[in-house]
Nanobody, 118 residues
Framework: QVQLVESGGGLVQAGGSLRLSCAAS????????MGWFRQAPGKEREFVST????????GYADSVKGRFTISRDNTKNTVYLQMNSLKPEDTAKYYC???????????WGKGTQVTVSS
C-alpha cells in the first residue's frame, strides 16, 4: 500500500514563494515517477511537474517553467516543489501522484491548498 502526504501549502502574496513536499511511504518502485498536479475551483485538474525517482529527469507545464522547480530526496522518499514568483492564477489545490506498474499515476495524495493573493 502506497501513501502520499502533501504539505507546505498556504496563503502567500503574488510574487512570493512556497515549497510543497510530498512524502511517500509503502511499496514504491525506484522506476516510478512522482508528479504534481493542481486543480482550481471549477477547472479540470492539470499537470504541473514530474520527476523520475532514479534518473532525476524532470518535466514542467509551460505555465510554470522558470518559476517552479521539482526535486527529490531519495533518502527521505520525498519530492519537493519549489514555487517562486507565484501568481494569483497559481491558486489551486495541489496534489502529488506516483506512477504504478503501468506507468500511470495510480497513487494520489489528498492535496494541499495554495492560495495566492493579488
Amino acid at each position: 500500500q502506497v501513501q502520499l502526504v502533501e504539505s507546505g501549502g498556504g496563503l502567500v502574496q503574488a510574487g512570493g514563494s512556497l515549497r510543497l513536499s510530498c512524502a511517500a511511504s509503502g511499496r514504491t518502485s525506484s522506476r516510478a515517477s512522482m508528479g504534481w498536479f493542481r486543480q482550481a475551483p471549477g477547472k479540470e485538474r492539470e499537470f504541473v511537474s514530474t520527476i523520475n525517482w532514479s534518473a532525476g529527469s524532470v518535466g514542467y507545464a509551460d505555465s510554470v517553467k522558470g518559476r517552479f522547480t521539482i526535486s527529490r530526496d531519495n533518502t527521505k522518499n520525498t519530492v519537493y516543489l519549489q514555487m517562486n514568483s507565484l501568481k494569483p492564477e497559481d491558486t489551486a489545490k495541489y496534489y502529488c501522484a506516483l506512477t504504478g506498474p503501468s506507468n500511470k499515476y495510480d497513487y494520489w495524495g489528498k492535496g494541499t491548498q495554495v492560495t495566492v493573493s493579488s
